[in-house]
């Protein structure tokens, strides 16, 4: 009998184009996407088709995306994230598996999506640091970054941090939870919303940098919303300092 199997999947997304599988007659395109399916389909002696929950960005890093995949094997759902895990480069990780129903789709649950962005600080750059945070001289004023994060909360049209070539049908979302902490030496923009717009977490971060050095005033953060013109935001940050913290699903 098929049993459709979930996976929680970690990875750092440095030597990756992304998550999706690419088709480039001219070259092979490592993606994260393609290495599951190469793990799996080796493991079940098959092709087997993988849908991924969040489709990530070159360079993004993820400690917690999900996956799924059909199959008729005996093998206990619990016992794939090892069995997967023997056949992936180190880089990536099922840290969890387990069964869902039939016709569970990972894209199409209602559920909270948490991303943090890091920003690293000093007079130079840590080499340890300089795949996973993005590196900026400039002191930041967390106070005024947080002042401003509260404009972003509630559903809003959010086109103004949006990337141009976004193909979203909709670029309204709802961002439950979005602050600006420390941790250590670094600082975190933490967001969580039910779903975000190709780059919007990247930008939202520029933006809330631009607050941080006094470029922009917390208060034009509702206009900037308002605007819906994607010029009055900040920059896109670089992809490197984000990671894909985990879902929560409802019930």
């Known amino acids: 009998m098929t ?6 999947v970690a990875y750092d997304g440095t030597c990756y184009h992304g998550w999706q599988i690419q088709n480039n007659p001219n070259k092979e395109i490592v993606t994260i996407e393609s290495e599951l399916v190469r793990a799996i389909s080796d493991l079940l002696g ?61 894209r199409k649950q209602n559920c909270r999506k948490t991303y943090e962005y890091r920003i690293t600080g000093g007079s130079v750059q840590m080499p340890t640091r ?30 103004a941090f949006c990337a141009a070539d976004s193909q979203a049908e909709s670029t309204v979302r709802t ?37 941080g050095t006094g470029k922009k005033n917390p208060s034009d953060i509702e206009g900037i919303i308002a605007s819906c013109d994607r010029t009055k935001a900040g920059p896109t940050l670089p992809a490197k300092g984000l990671t894909l913290v985990g879902y929560r699903f409802d019930v």
């Open 3 to 8: 049993k459709r199997i979930r996976l929680t």
């Open 130 to 159: 300089r795949l996973y945070a993005h590196f900026l001289r400039h002191d930041l004023d967390m106070d005024k970054m947080n002042e401003a994060c509260g404009a972003f909360l509630g559903e809003h049209d959010f086109a």
């Open 46 to 106: 098959k092709e087997t088709q993988v849908i991924g929950a969040s489709r990530t960005d070159a360079g993004v890093h993820s400690l917690g995306n999900i996956a799924v995949f059909d199959t008729d094997s005996p093998i206990p759902p619990e016992k794939f994230a090892g069995a997967v895990n023997a056949r992936l480069p180190e880089d990536i990780r099922i840290v969890m598996s387990d069964e869902v129903p039939g016709d569970w789709h990972p």
């Open 175 to 211: 961002i439950y939870d979005l602050r600006v902490v420390r941790d250590s030496d670094d600082i975190v923009i933490r967001v969580t919303g039910n779903g975000f717009l190709y780059n919007m977490v990247r930008i939202i971060a520029g933006t809330l940098t631009d607050v």
